[in-house]
């Protein structure tokens, strides 16, 4: 494998991920989650998550540099999730990505956490299209991004005006008593259930929304539709079939991404879509959007669920691209910012 080897380092939110690469390819992936840890509390508990990446950071690093069989002196340089994402999450890998970058004499690249949710795809399906469309759907956002320099950013078309899809599934697992995090079980769940059951309806797309919301998502309205639904069944004294609300709710968040990701390609003319982030993982989310996307003759990648959902692989990903491109490092006062702009 031809490129430089860099080693990336992901605290965005509740997982403490540390990836290798060489160029475009995959050497190592570690990630350890403290997602047991906020499952009690039915959602990331910032401070719980910071103590956590301190306590897992140099054994992560540790089981990363082993798999990859390369020592922390090989690297060419260290990447890092300088945001957006959790204040104090991300300090530590910050922190830790600049002991290194010290210490080694290497580069430090801080990169955003968006952008290579996005570069991520190409150690799995090789060089990044680019002008390409991605749609970015997490615990955190929903976003439909242009991208036309993977290493300059991205460009934003739309977001959601409210929760993240992530969120809506989290909600929506929590009201049927299914646990945390939700998408994996209503997923699983789903599979056993009718998508026609239940009619929720889609969030900003009557012609009044369109107009003002175009590449603009909302799934606050679903969550409560779906609530009421349940609450009503529940007063009749019926029982609730969870999997048929699993899959109906299921079926109309994945019905409003894909209808927008394709819009919003088809606007500008894009005929490559990249979807990430972990709700990107959802079965039912792939198999919609490439039935649609072949019939409009426009390309989908996905990337496979393990490098869909936070992971350090992605950070060095876009690290490498970034070294590839002659990019400029950052300097060792490179800030941890929660609110980074994409
Ligand atoms: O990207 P991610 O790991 O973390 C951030 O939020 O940045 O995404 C986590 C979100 C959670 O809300 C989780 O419920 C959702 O991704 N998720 C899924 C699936 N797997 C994870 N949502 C739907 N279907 C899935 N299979
Ligand atoms: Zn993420």
Redesign the pocket.
Known sequence: AAGPLVLGIET??D?TGVGVVRGRTLLADAVASSVDEHARYGGVVPEVASRAHLEAMVPTLERACETAGIRLHDVDAVAVTAGPGLAGALLVGVAAAKALALGLGKPLYGVNHLASHVAVDQLQHGPLPEPCLAMLV????SSLLRVTDVTRGVEPMGATIDDAA??A??KVARLLGLGF????V??RTATSGSSIAIDFPRGLTSRRDLERHRFDFSFSGLKTAVSRWVEAKQRAGEEVPVADVAASFQEAVCDVLVQKALDAASSEGIEDIVIG???A???RLRVLAEERAERLGIRVRVPRPGL???NGAMVAALGAEMVARGRTPSTLDLPADSSQPI
């Open positions: 965005s939110c997982e997490s615990g955190g956002h992530g969120e599934f989290d995090p939700g998408g994996p209503i997923d982030g972990g709700v993982a959802n079965s869909c959902t936070d």
